[in-house]
């Protein structure tokens, strides 16, 4: 197999040591210790001649969207401290199979979340629980898009705290799990990933103190999701 090139990255954004590639499905954030599968770090290692590289907020790999990158130990510090204080935005867009009669009002979904190591599945933890950790998900009804595979919600999802699989498993306890994820979801004919995507990043560079917005579109359309039908 050949090895991924860097130019591959789509970059969004780079300014004073801080990047935001648009990671496509099926590409790791980050490798793991010993591990050979290509990751958006080791590529951009590649492709900035640079050491010191950081993905600030992991996705998934088979989650497409914007991921923020750091190239320097100040920046990722200033932009861990600046997520870590609510001072910065992460919106997504979600497919999800969902009743006909879901309304439109924002709603927060808060359920503390376990995840078992062995397995890398999460799951809402017990009452009392001691090992939940808080977790907070706002969902805002964007469309609803009828199709052979039932009535879908196109959602857009903002995590107010960054659980591993937090949309994903908030969306199942919700009653609106995502299309296409083999761990929480709804599988669909021809779909091979699940439905969410990363579309929007607002946050402030925190050398420059430039205000920042960057987007990305769901890499797919209305027209496909009225074709959606069961496996």
């Given amino acids: 197999m050949s090895r991924p090139d860097p130019s591959s990255l789509v970059v969004g954004y780079e300014r004073d040591d801080l990047v935001a590639i648009d990671k496509p499905a099926g590409l790791l954030s980050q490798g793991g210790p010993g591990a050979r599968a290509a990751n958006v770090v080791d590529l951009a290692r590649r492709r900035f001649g640079r050491d010191a590289v950081g993905v600030l907020h992991r996705l998934d790999r088979n989650v497409s969207g914007l991921v923020l990158v750091s190239l320097a130990h100040d920046v990722a510090e ?40 062995r397995t890398n599945l999460v799951r809402v933890a017990a009452p009392g629980e001691p090992e939940a950790k808080e977790a907070r998900t706002s969902v805002v009804l964007r469309e609803r898009v009828q199709a052979p595979l039932g009535w879908l919600a196109v959602l857009d999802c903002w995590p107010l705290t960054g659980r591993s699989h937090q949309i994903r498993v908030h969306l199942a306890h919700a009653g609106m799990p995502l299309v296409g994820d083999p761990k929480y979801g709804v599988a669909a004919r021809g779909v091979s990933r699940p439905l969410l995507h990363a579309t929007e990043l607002v946050f402030v560079h925190p050398r420059t103190r430039e205000p920042v917005r960057l987007s990305s579109r769901p890499p797919w359309s209305t027209e496909l999701l009225r074709g959606l039908r069961r496996p």
């Fill in 78 to 117: 200033g932009m861990s401290r600046a997520f870590a204080e609510g001072r910065g935005e992460r919106r997504y867009e979600a497919v999800a199979k969902a009743p006909r009669a879901l309304g439109g009002e924002a709603r927060v979904i808060e359920a503390p979340l376990v995840k078992d190591a």
